[in-house]
């Protein structure tokens, strides 16, 4: 199993810095978007972990507007 086209969209999907070298070429890229739903499972489940932190220690609206900055920050305002 090659994994140069999971970190091309893991590359492509948020602002972690991947390097280059494991995203492989622009053939890697063109399979990326077969992980684009194993990228975004990691990344709600990285948000479901912050949210229940994140409500255990301030009030609900505080953690909501905290999470949705979290979810453009990871996501590099993609959707927005």
């Known amino acids: 199993m090659r994994l140069k086209p999971f970190f091309s969209a893991v590359r492509f999907l948020t602002i972690l810095p991947i390097p280059e070298s494991w995203c492989g070429?622009?053939?890697d890229f063109h399979q990326s978007p077969d992980w684009y739903p194993v990228v975004g499972l990691f990344i709600?489940?990285?948000l479901v972990l912050v949210d229940?932190?994140?409500c255990w220690m301030v009030p609900i609206p505080v953690a909501s507007v905290l999470l949705l900055v979290t979810m453009?920050?990871?996501s590099g305002a993609l959707h927005l």
Request: charged share 15%.
């Open 25 to 27: 070429d622009e053939s």
């Open 72 to 74: 453009i920050a990871v």
């Open 52 to 54: 229940s932190v994140l």
């Open 44 to 46: 709600g489940l990285m």
